[in-house]
Structure formats: structure tokens, C-alpha cells
């Protein structure tokens, strides 16, 4: 036989029982993002360069996957272009279209492209894969599914409380334990405004972190390694040991940073999240907390910032948001606000794996196969099998009247809960044998008897 | 303002209504799939180029999507390979990967990759968009989505039956009125063994469709300006004129093909697959009949070919299918007889849209939105609103204490069917007024009251 046929490194293929667990996955947060008014849209996986570069950074630039122009993609190319090796200019010569490299610049495209035919506050979710050149390593692919769900078009701070609610819903369907952490850019820039050293944000942050492992006086240290002086040291000690419930943190974050108008918006917005969001809380819900040290996306989020942690299993965040004040800016269209998460699916069907929480019913396909013992019995099976089905009933029948015992192991491989038999006894009298193969009972029973054996 | 910016020819957004109705689409298929116990599967949206050229004819292989190598593109290529212009040998030497062309490429490229891993038969599909660097025209998109099922690894003429119950079950949930025709490879083989005359297959279908418009004469003509000769003419004479019943038309073709042991071969499957079709099928289910001038796939169909026709709308082929007999062979693994049928989503989605037949359901995506009077107000709707998403309404509290006539407004253009009121008189009194928002109709209720009357 020839050399088994593979797949582009970085890609995979997702077989029936994976396809399964993520599709349990993407329907709870579908139907999470639904009770909350969200609608889906879907854009191409095909984007116009143009609308791709310049969006990721340099380096994003060189991790966007580029289609080659079809037809004569040679037409027009200099000499001197080719000599040049492989740039981006040349890249840009051969190629005017590129992949997907995540669900927001395509969404904020969407959004300028669509203005006209939008009710503003817009609520969309998009769970879309996306493609990006890494090097691909254990847990990062080169083609992965992103769920987002975003808000633009309104400032309200209610559409942060909303976006934690549907965190805290759709983990507790899952059954994951969480903490919802919080921050605010407007509290880090605070910060860094009150110790004059606006770009130190994230080395405090990266120091502050360490609190627990190195303690104190090595963060202060480390703080003074980085240029801070002792008075900026000083006034960071509050905040570097905060702790204590959110309304503590609260009032020392507020005394704090109290010469900074910034800041103490930052304070605001995130108290009236904390507030808002306890106020509708169950005893099931998620903590949500204030942790200074979360300082993602920071060169676009502008308010607050979130990320959630799974409290049972080892892996890093898995699931984030903020909020950035000017998302289709880049498409000429300005003062458009928005706040938006994003689940990461692959880290959450990897705790659900390790937590082993599926619901049964998510793994089992077939529920009943009947078996083939030939012609005459499966023409007594084929509408045993049509009255199943249509009360709901997942069935097959096994096409080929080969052995019992290949029948039975692919019942069993297949993980069917539940196998039909029906040779002349069954026929004559007008039932078939149904064997229970968790039990190995077998009862004979009416068509009608069966289907709510096998539903009950 | 900026330029718009906009997406590739031949691509496509989906806003929030499509994308419902699309779902709509996709579900059904996929919930009936599943009652006959198929499994679903994905592959990745890019393949080696090795593993999709060739398979698809000299035409394909250019119609295929390629992807720029990431990196130094262009490194050993030497300038005599660049000097010949934009070859297919140029474009391998850039591209490595590219797109799928279509679902069953990549599924054989599975089943070898994965075969020790399948339980066979196996039953999958595949919901997968596919992408084609095809001229774009009305109907015609460089990305659609294809639906397809198939069971490889049995021969048995039983799964020929379910696919044919799996079109019939769709279609009777989707409200649009089909018939199933079905023709058999063998049977054009029988007729083109029978007036020796095998590379004629598609003149004669071509011409006996043509019988309706142009009339027997000018059919004959056609054959005979075909290079047939008058023997050959005179044997298809009751094959052109098929008429009756399907067991009128079997008896007669197996007259016309008694000589031949092929084409009695395609009239015993075909009968088959008629009668247990037959069998089970209700008075509303569609009509099942031979057709010869069904010539789709021949250059890989070796048995039945199926395709689906509305009859209330003008429209090609909104279903097709048939049985291969070498599905992996193009990548070592040979033997393996499979089946298959394909949804055209993008012409059902038509054909529903000219026919109105979307369930009420599918557009309604949010139920109930609550007006913000104000920071107070929202504070008493958010528990209200938990409470509603608690019992599987959908729901929104406007996040913006705006104008109510905008608020409205935005509830009109959502087509939202309900909205919430609670001011000073609701809070105090601990309820809120529900307004029908198609009747007009007011009324003062308790939460539990609204959530009633929502869902009633």
C-alpha cells in the first residue's frame, strides 16, 4: 500500500466522538449567547489582504496565511520584485487575499461594510476557525475554532455585567468551576500616571504577580531593578499588597490612586460591575474578582479587562474580554465602542476532558441497531426502524446480513446502548427481541414497547 | 470616510437573519442525519496539495485555492522555473497547501488515514464550507457549503434505501415538495453494451431528455446524426419512450435490456431500492422514480444515482447522490464501495425563501427586550431578566438610557415580539408592564406572570 496520506502540520482532523464533545461545546455558548439577544453572522474565511495587514502587528503580518492569485499570478511581476526573495511586498504581489487570522478585524470590517442595515447596539457572536502560521507546538494550531461575542455601539457598563453573566452561565452548564477575573486599563493607567511612569504599566504588573513566589521585598526590589524610584515604590505599596473582599480592595484602590481623575473612573466602572453582577448572583455563580495584575491586550482595551481561570485544572485562561473604544476605526469609521469575550474552546473541551464532565447523552450517537439476519428480516425491520425514528429514536440498521458476532462488536464499538433482533420467533408474533448491552437483558417487545424502552 | 471595505468576489457575509435561517438549514439535515446514525466529522479547511491535485481533472486542479508557503516562499526555487511563467509546476514549488474543493476528497484522504480507528461500515457527515477559484456568477460562489453523508465499507443496496428515506425526511420537515429520481450506471452501461455503442452514454441521455421538447422524430434524428446506425435506433425505440409506472418501466426495460447482464444488474437494484423504499413510505412522503436520462457523476458512479427536484419552483438539482465503488482507492486503499448524497444548501435555502416556509421560530431571535429608564431601573429588571433567561426566554435590557422612541425603534427593527416597561408604578407595585409589540396590548404582571406569557 501506498504512504498513508497525511495532513498540513498544525491542522487536525476531529472524528465522531470529538465532533460530538464540540458540539456540546459551541451549543451550550450558542444558546447562552442567544438568551442574551446575541445573533450570529459568519464572513468568509477569505479576507482581502488589504483589510488583513497591518492589523496584528509586524509579526502578524508574517503569521497570516496568503492565497495565491489564480490565474496568472506571475502577470505583471517585475524582475527586480522577484529578485528582491521572499518580502511582503512580493508576498503582496502574488497574493491579494489571505486567511482569517481571528474573528475581530473581519467583524469590524463587517460592521463598516453593513452600517446601514445594523440596529445599533449591535450584538454578534461568531464562532468561526481561524488560521494563523505559528510554529505549531502542544495546544497551538494553525487552524483553530474562535467564539466571540461582542457589543458595539453603546458605552454602557451593563453590557460588561451581561458578558460576566453569560461567563458564569455558560461554565456552570459545564459544570467547570471558575473565578471571573476583573481589571480596568483606566485603573493600570492610574497607576502608572500617579508614579509618573506611564511605560512601566506592565512591569508592575509582571512584578505584582510575583507577590506570592518571591514576596515583597524581591518585587520591590525588582520594581527599583526596572528604574522605579523609591518614592514611586512607595506609593505602590498599597496597591502591590492589596487584598481582603472587592468592596476592601475597593476603598484602598480609591485612597490610593485618589489624585488620579483616571483611576478613579477605572475604580468606578469596575465597582459597578462587581455590584451589578453580585446583585443577580446565585450561590452556584462564579467569583468575580478585581486582580490588578491581569494586564492583557493592552495596546487596545480600554476599560475593563476580564479573564477567566478554571479552579480544578492546571491551564491558563479560558476565556477573556475587554473592552477597546475604537474598534472600525482602522475602516474609516470612527467612535464606535465596544466590549466583547472570546471562549477559548480548545482549553475548554481540554478540562472537560480532564474533569471528565460530558453529559451522557453528548457521547452517545446510535441508540439502537438492528441486526441483519437478510432480506425477509430487514424488510420486517425497515419500518420497526422508520416508527423509531420518527419518535425520535437514533437507529441503524447493519446493511449487510454478515456474521452475528461482527454485528454485535460493531454495536459495541460504536458504543450503541441497545440492539433489535428479530428472526421468525420475533416476526411470527409480530415483535422483535431488544437486548440491553450495558445489562445483556433481553425482553421481547412491541414496536411501541421498544421505542419507550429505549427512551425511558 | 474611508473607502468601504469589502470582501472577495464570490464570497459572502452572512448577516443574523441569513445565519438563522441558514442554521435552520443545516440542523434539520444534520438532526436527520443523525437519526439514521451518521456521525459527524471535520477535516481542515487547507489539505496538502498532493492529496487534492489530480482528483478533480486537469480543470480542477486550477480551480483549486493555493496557499503561499509561509516564510522564505522562495527559497531553491531557481530563475528557469520562475522564467516559465505561472505554471502549475511554479504554483506546487510556492504552495504546499491548499483549500478543499469539496467534502469527499478529504473524507477518502480520512477513512485511509484513519482506518484503523473506523468501525465499518461507517456512516459520516460532513457540514464543511469548500472553496473553488470558479468565475462567480448568479448562484455560483467561491465559498459554499456542501452537506454531505456517506456510509463506506458496505455494499448492501440497504443503505441506498435509507439515504432515499434521509432525502424524503428532510424535505417533508423543510415543507417543500420534491421528487427523487434515481437511475442506475449499470443500466446506461446495459444500453450502451446492448447497441455497442459505450462511449455514447451521454448523446443518448442527452437526447431522450430532449423528447419532451422536440418529439420522437427529431430524437431519433439526433441519435442517428450521433453516428448511430438504424439497428441501434431501432433498440432504444421503447427505452426513449419509457412511460407508465416504475414497474411498467421495469418491465419493460428488462425486455429491452434481457441480453444484458449489466444493465439487468442496474434494473434488479434499482427495483430494490423502489420497492423498500416503497415499503415504508407515507402518503406525504415524495415520489421515487426512474429516471434514464439521469446522467450525473458518471465518470465515478458505478451503481445508483440519485437527484432531488422541487416541483414548485424552478430551480437545478437541489440534492444529488449515488454509489462509488473506489472511493479511497487514489490513495492506496482499494475496494471500498461507498454511497453518498449531498444537500445544496444554497438552492434550499432559495427554494425556502421563495416558498416562505421558514418556521416562525427560526426568525424570531430575541423574545423580549426591558426599556432602561435609568441605573435604578435597570437594577430592578436584572434579576427579572435572570429569572426570564432562567426559564429559556431570550432577552435584552436595553444598555443605553436613551429616548424611548429609540428604544422602541430598536425593538421594531429587531422584531422583537415583546418589551418590558418598569418605572416608578411597576417597581413599587413589584411587577412590570409586558407590551405585545404586534397587538399593541398592555398589561401589568408579575415576572412569573410575563415569563407565562412569553412562552404561552
Same mark, same amino acid.
Given at each position: 500500500?501506498?504512504?498513508?496520506?497525511?495532513?498540513?502540520?498544525?491542522?487536525?482532523?476531529? &472524528?465522531?466522538?470529538?465532533?460530538?464533545?464540540?458540539?456540546?461545546?459551541?451549543?451550550? %455558548?450558542?444558546? *447562552?449567547?442567544?438568551?442574551?439577544?446575541?445573533?450570529?453572522?459568519?464572513?468568509?474565511?477569505?479576507?482581502?489582504?488589504?483589510?488583513?495587514?497591518?492589523?496584528?502587528?509586524?509579526?502578524?503580518?508574517?503569521?497570516?496565511? =496568503?492565497?495565491?492569485?489564480?490565474?496568472?499570478?506571475?502577470?505583471?511581476?517585475?524582475?527586480?520584485?522577484?529578485?528582491?526573495?521572499?518580502?511582503?511586498?512580493?508576498?503582496?504581489?502574488?497574493?491579494?487575499?489571505?486567511?482569517?487570522?481571528?474573528?475581530?478585524?473581519?467583524?469590524?470590517?463587517?460592521?463598516?461594510?453593513?452600517?446601514?442595515?445594523?440596529?445599533?447596539?449591535?450584538?454578534?457572536?461568531?464562532?468561526?476557525? *481561524?488560521?494563523?502560521?505559528?510554529?505549531?507546538?502542544?495546544?497551538?494550531?494553525?487552524?483553530?475554532?474562535?467564539?466571540?461575542?461582542?457589543?458595539?455601539?453603546?458605552?454602557?457598563?451593563?453590557?460588561?455585567?451581561?458578558?460576566?453573566?453569560?461567563?458564569?452561565?455558560?461554565?456552570?452548564?459545564? &459544570?467547570?468551576?471558575?473565578?471571573?477575573?476583573?481589571?480596568?486599563?483606566?485603573?493600570?493607567?492610574? !497607576?502608572?500616571?500617579?508614579?509618573?511612569?506611564?511605560?512601566? !504599566?506592565?512591569?508592575?504588573?509582571?512584578? !505584582?504577580? =510575583?507577590?506570592?513566589?518571591?514576596?515583597?521585598?524581591?518585587?520591590?526590589?525588582?520594581?527599583?531593578?526596572?528604574?522605579?524610584?523609591? =518614592?514611586?515604590?512607595?506609593?505602590?505599596?498599597? %496597591?502591590?499588597?492589596?487584598?481582603?473582599?472587592?468592596?476592601?480592595?475597593?476603598?484602598?484602590?480609591?485612597?490610593?490612586?485618589?489624585?488620579?481623575?483616571?483611576?478613579?473612573?477605572?475604580?468606578?466602572?469596575?465597582?459597578?460591575?462587581?455590584?451589578?453582577?453580585?446583585? *443577580?448572583?446565585?450561590?452556584?455563580?462564579?467569583?468575580?474578582?478585581?486582580?490588578?495584575?491581569?494586564?492583557?491586550?493592552?495596546?487596545?482595551?480600554?476599560?475593563?479587562?476580564?479573564?477567566?481561570?478554571?479552579?480544578?485544572?492546571?491551564?491558563?485562561?479560558?476565556?477573556?474580554?475587554?473592552?477597546?473604544?475604537?474598534?472600525?476605526?482602522?475602516? &474609516?469609521?470612527?467612535?464606535?465602542?465596544? *466590549?466583547?469575550?472570546?471562549?477559548?474552546?480548545?482549553?475548554?473541551?481540554?478540562?472537560?476532558?480532564?474533569?471528565?464532565?460530558?453529559?451522557?447523552?453528548?457521547?452517545?450517537?446510535?441508540?439502537?441497531?438492528?441486526?441483519?439476519?437478510?432480506?425477509?428480516?430487514?424488510?420486517?425491520?425497515?419500518?420497526?426502524?422508520?416508527?423509531?425514528?420518527?419518535?425520535?429514536?437514533?437507529?441503524?440498521?447493519?446493511?449487510?446480513?454478515?456474521?452475528? =458476532?461482527?454485528?454485535?462488536?460493531?454495536?459495541?464499538?460504536?458504543?450503541?446502548?441497545?440492539?433489535?433482533?428479530?428472526?421468525?420467533?420475533?416476526?411470527?408474533?409480530?415483535?422483535?427481541?431488544?437486548?440491553?448491552?450495558?445489562?445483556?437483558?433481553?425482553?421481547?417487545?412491541?414496536?411501541?414497547?421498544?421505542?419507550?424502552?429505549?427512551?425511558?
Amino acid at each position: 500500500m501506498a504512504q498513508k496520506p497525511s495532513i498540513p502540520k498544525g491542522t487536525r482532523d476531529f &472524528g465522531p466522538q470529538e465532533m460530538a464533545r464540540r458540539n456540546y461545546i459551541f451549543n451550550t %455558548i450558542r444558546q *447562552v449567547y442567544a438568551l442574551y439577544g446575541f445573533q450570529q453572522i459568519e464572513t468568509p474565511a477569505m479576507e482581502n489582504l488589504s483589510t488583513l495587514m497591518g492589523k496584528y502587528g509586524e509579526e502578524g503580518d508574517k503569521l497570516l496565511f =496568503k492565497i495565491l492569485n489564480s490565474g496568472d499570478f506571475m502577470r505583471g511581476i517585475q524582475t527586480e520584485e522577484l529578485a528582491e526573495g521572499a518580502t511582503g511586498h512580493l508576498a503582496a504581489r502574488l497574493c491579494e487575499k489571505g486567511l482569517r487570522y481571528d474573528l475581530t478585524v473581519p467583524f469590524a470590517r463587517y460592521v463598516v461594510q453593513h452600517r446601514d442595515e445594523l440596529s445599533m447596539p449591535f450584538r454578534r457572536y461568531q464562532i468561526q476557525p *481561524v488560521w494563523r502560521a505559528d510554529r505549531p507546538q502542544k495546544g497551538r494550531y494553525r487552524e483553530f475554532y474562535q467564539c466571540d461575542a461582542d457589543v458595539v455601539g453603546s458605552d454602557s457598563l451593563l453590557n460588561e455585567v451581561e458578558l460576566m453573566q453569560i461567563v458564569d452561565t455558560v461554565f456552570r452548564r459545564f &459544570g467547570i468551576r471558575v473565578v471571573i477575573k476583573i481589571n480596568n486599563r483606566k485603573i493600570l493607567s492610574g !497607576i502608572a500616571e500617579m508614579i509618573g511612569a506611564a511605560d512601566k !504599566i506592565v512591569d508592575i504588573t509582571v512584578a !505584582i504577580d =510575583k507577590l506570592d513566589k518571591i514576596g515583597l521585598d524581591a518585587v520591590n526590589e525588582e520594581l527599583r531593578q526596572g528604574g522605579l524610584d523609591e =518614592k514611586a515604590i512607595a506609593a505602590l505599596q498599597p %496597591i502591590i499588597s492589596l487584598s481582603g473582599t472587592n468592596a476592601q480592595k475597593m476603598a484602598t484602590m480609591r485612597e490610593a490612586l485618589a489624585q488620579s481623575e483616571t483611576g478613579l473612573r477605572g475604580i468606578d466602572e469596575v465597582e459597578y460591575v462587581l455590584n451589578q453582577y453580585q446583585a *443577580v448572583a446565585s450561590e452556584q455563580s462564579a467569583t468575580l474578582e478585581l486582580d490588578l495584575t491581569l494586564a492583557r491586550g493592552l495596546n487596545y482595551y480600554t476599560g475593563c479587562i476580564f479573564e477567566v481561570k478554571a479552579l480544578d485544572v492546571e491551564i491558563g485562561s479560558i476565556t477573556g474580554g475587554g473592552r477597546y473604544d475604537n474598534l472600525t476605526g482602522i475602516f &474609516g469609521m470612527p467612535g464606535l465602542s465596544g *466590549v466583547g469575550i472570546s471562549f477559548g474552546a480548545d482549553r475548554i473541551y481540554d478540562v472537560l476532558n480532564q474533569l471528565d464532565l460530558y453529559p451522557e447523552e453528548v457521547t452517545t450517537a446510535t441508540q439502537l441497531l438492528f441486526i441483519n439476519f437478510g432480506e425477509r428480516e430487514t424488510a420486517y425491520c425497515l419500518p420497526i426502524a422508520a416508527q423509531a425514528r420518527q419518535a425520535g429514536v437514533r437507529c441503524e440498521i447493519y446493511p449487510d446480513a454478515t456474521k452475528m =458476532k461482527k454485528q454485535m462488536q460493531y454495536a459495541n464499538q460504536k458504543q450503541i446502548p441497545f440492539v433489535a433482533l428479530a428472526g421468525e420467533t420475533e416476526m411470527a408474533a409480530g415483535r422483535v427481541t431488544l437486548k440491553n448491552m450495558i445489562t445483556g437483558e433481553q425482553t421481547l417487545l412491541t414496536a411501541d414497547e421498544m421505542i419507550a424502552a429505549i427512551k425511558g
